[in-house]
């Protein structure tokens, strides 16, 4: 996911609302907000290279149902190794670009790639290819 860059660490996210799926007691949790934060771009006022969220930034759920949760980031394979206790896997509702609180973010988001498809927003809307 390529990124428009007007300050190092000033980036957007990316989050999917879940159903983390967990065994008792948290069972009756059916909502989270899976985030991935980005590291700092190595340019400003420019494209970023490729930002890859499997190897790159951290991870953290926003309802606290396991240690990965935003006092305690993780990477992504840890997040996955937190929501694996065996049962029915998370489940993905919606996936967004996000922007915090926190300062002002001016850019462009362009290719996010969610397992095989990439998503390419142009002025003309969004478009859908495989990724290859």
Not at 71 to 95: F, R, V, W
Not at 105 to 131: C, H, K, M, P
């Amino acid at each position: 996911m390529p990124v428009y860059v007007c300050g190092t660490e000033n980036l957007p996210n990316i989050r999917f609302e879940i159903d983390p799926n967990l065994a008792p007691p948290l069972d009756a949790d059916n909502y989270s907000t899976l985030v991935w934060v980005p590291d700092a771009s190595p340019v400003t006022n420019g494209w970023s290279p490729l930002l890859d969220a499997t190897s790159t930034g951290y991870w953290h759920l926003t309802g606290n149902e396991t240690d990965c949760n935003a006092a305690a980031a993780c990477t992504l394979e840890e997040l996955k190794a937190s929501l694996n206790d065996g049962g029915q896997g998370a489940t993905i509702y919606t996936a967004a670009v996000g922007k915090g609180r926190d300062n002002m973010w001016i850019g462009a988001v362009d290719g996010l790639r969610i397992n095989q498809t990439v998503y390419d927003f142009e002025t003309s809307g969004v478009t859908e290819r495989r990724a290859g």
